[in-house]
């Protein structure tokens, strides 16, 4: 078995191939593309299928530069989507709620 060596490994390993945030936690990705892949997946709330739109990026502050994939609902989509689009690809992505309905997203370009 693979020793863990720190809270970011052990962080690394919880998520799988995915980036996520949680409630007050901002995260700074690295996108590789400006658009996404559109995708269907079950949501974590209801356990239904919905649409949502598929990026794959590396966050800057973990994960040695494995790349991972971070998935975001459409309305969420369209903030990160617009910032990438300006030319940026290093993001600094907060989030703020912790359910369904309360949950946002602040973005803002970071200079690479």
Same mark, same amino acid.
């Given at each position: 078995?693979?020793?863990?060596?720190?809270?970011?490994?052990?962080?690394?390993?919880?998520?799988?191939?995915?980036?996520?945030?949680?409630?007050?936690?901002?995260?700074?990705?690295?996108?590789?593309?400006?658009?996404?892949?559109?995708?269907?997946?079950?949501? =974590? /709330?209801?356990?239904?299928?919905?649409?949502?739109?598929?990026? $794959? +990026? &590396?966050?800057? %502050?973990? !994960?040695?530069?494995?790349?991972? =994939? /971070?998935?975001?609902?459409?309305?969420?989509?369209?903030?990160? $989507? +617009? &910032?990438?689009? %300006?030319? !940026?690809?290093?993001?600094?992505?907060?989030?703020?709620?912790?359910?369904?309905?309360?949950?946002?997203?602040?973005?803002?370009?970071?200079?690479?």
């Amino acid at each position: 078995m693979a020793q863990i060596k720190s809270n970011d490994e052990f962080e690394d390993w919880l998520e799988g191939d995915y980036i996520f945030l949680k409630p007050g936690e901002t995260r700074n990705p690295e996108f590789k593309t400006v658009a996404g892949e559109i995708v269907e997946e079950r949501s =974590k /709330f209801t356990d239904k299928l919905q649409k949502k739109v598929l990026w $794959y +990026a &590396v966050d800057v %502050d973990r !994960h040695n530069g494995k790349e991972k =994939k /971070f998935s975001i609902s459409r309305s969420h989509a369209k903030s990160i $989507y +617009a &910032v990438l689009k %300006d030319g !940026h690809k290093v993001l600094a992505i907060s989030r703020i709620g912790s359910g369904p309905k309360d949950t946002k997203y602040t973005v803002k370009g970071l200079e690479t």
